[in-house]
Every structure is written in C-alpha cells, then in structure tokens.
C-alpha cells in the first residue's frame, strides 16, 4: 500500500526530520501494510523559501536507504519560483520527482498574472506518465477542486491529484467528471472516506494520511500524547475503509 501524502520540513515552529518521519514509517510497516510513501516538504511554506534550500532537504531525505520502504518527492512549486524566473521545467530537473505539489492556499496563485498562469500551464503539461499534480483542496475559494477546472479541461493527459477529498460532493463531482483526476484521503474525516467509497469512485480514490501533521494537529488542538508511531498506525487504521 503506498501513502501518497507524507510531509517533511519546517512546519510552523517545529522541523520535521525527513530521517525520523520515514523511520516512524519504516517501523510500523508490518503494523500499516505501507511500502511506499510520496513526500513533500512543507518548508516550501516559508516566507523566505528557496528552491536551493528545498533541494537540499530532498537530497538528504532521498538518501534514506531502507528495505521495507520507498519514499518518492514531490516538487512543492511556489509562485516566487515563477516570479524568480525558475521554469518548472528546470525545477524537475534536480530529481526523478513523483510529481508536483500545489497549495493554493499557503501561496497564492493568481489565475489573471500571465507569469503564474504560465506556471501553472506548465505544471499540468509536465505531470503526465509517472507524474501527477497534487492540489490541496479545501472549501475556501482559493481551493475549491472547480477552482481549477479550466487545467482539467485543458490538460487531459495530465495526472490529477485532489488532495484531502475535501469538499466531499465536489470532489465526488469531479472524479466522475474527468477521468485523469484522483483524489487522496489525507486528513479526511471517516464519514467523507465512506461517502466516497459508496459513490462510484472508489478505484479513483487513493491513500494518504497528511502524517507527521497528523501529529502535529492532534496534539495541539486535541491534546493527543502519542508517539509519532502510535500516530502512523492510528492514521493508516483508515486503510480498513479501502477494503
Ligand atoms: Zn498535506
């Protein structure tokens, strides 16, 4: 089972180390039936974020050698990287990255300026064959999934990726509507999986869990004590919904 949604980096005030999110991951696999995880690093959030820097992470994190475990990076693509002239096609170059991640809501991307809207285009060209775009998608304008139907409708030979299925009856819409898009399950309530899963999607529908943010949030707002391993297994409990 792959988890397509795993974050390393900086996160607010704490840094997640690519090395200790994938042990967490690596020592509960026999536990979580995972083999494989697609990450991301959330430094890419940061006011003062560089690709250099990023980089860097996903280098060290990518010399992670493990039996049990694949990780495969994703290339999170800020709108700075357009305005500094760093084409996404240059940007791919570093890695064999497993696709592009969007956040239209940590950055904001502006459809009406032609140098992000040539970002973008680009972004959709480029995730094709093993490549996908994850967009994180949420209720607020900036990230309703039909936000970005126009790229949808445009780049049928791209791979979509709806993150966190979030809204439920949207996402749902969309997945029957094109056929190059799937959604992921990080950070989705039990009761939108379920409403997925008996909508007539469910092959469209992947696994992921948002961890360690999974842990981050679940100690601050709920005051959960658990351990990063206790939190990996609790987030893949929701795999039983896939069967
Ligand atoms: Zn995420």
């Known amino acids: 089972m792959t988890d397509h949604h795993i974050h390393i980096g900086q996160f607010n005030e704490i840094y997640f180390d690519a090395y200790s999110v994938f042990q967490s991951i690596e020592e509960t696999c026999v536990q979580t039936g995972i083999t494989e995880v697609h990450y991301s ?5 940061r006011d003062d974020a560089e690709l250099s ?14 039996k049990k475990i694949v990780v495969k990076p994703y290339l999170w693509y800020i709108p700075k990287y357009a305005e ?11 890695f064999d990255y497993c696709g592009i991640k ?10 009406e300026n032609p140098c992000h809207k040539k970002a973008l285009e680009e972004i959709f ?9 994850l967009i994180h998608c949420g209720k607020t304008p900036e990230t309703i999934p039909s936000r970005f139907e126009p790229f949808f409708k445009n780049f049928p030979n791209a791979n979509i990726i709806l993150a966190h299925s979030n809204p439920v009856n949207i996402t749902i819409k969309m997945l029957k509507k094109y056929k ?3 959604s992921d399950t990080a950070y989705s309530d039990e009761k939108d999986i379920i409403t997925l899963m008996k ?12 961890f360690p943010l999974t842990h981050y949030f679940d100690r601050l707002l709920f005051g959960k004590k658990r351990t990063m391993n ?3 297994i609790e987030d893949c409990r929701k795999i039983k919904l896939f069967n």
């Open 41 to 45: 690093s959330t430094s890419s959030c």
């Open 53 to 66: 820097k990023v980089e860097e992470e996903i280098a060290y994190a990518q010399a992670f050698k493990s």
């Open 84 to 94: 500094e002239n760093i084409s996404v096609k240059s940007a791919l170059k570093a």
């Open 102 to 111: 969007l956040h239209p809501f940590a950055q904001k991307w502006d459809f």
């Open 125 to 133: 060209e480029c995730c094709t064959e093993n490549k996908s775009v």
């Open 180 to 182: 190059n898009i799937k």
């Open 199 to 210: 909508s007539g999607v469910k092959e469209k529908v992947l696994f992921g869990t948002d």
């Open 230 to 232: 206790e939190q990996y």
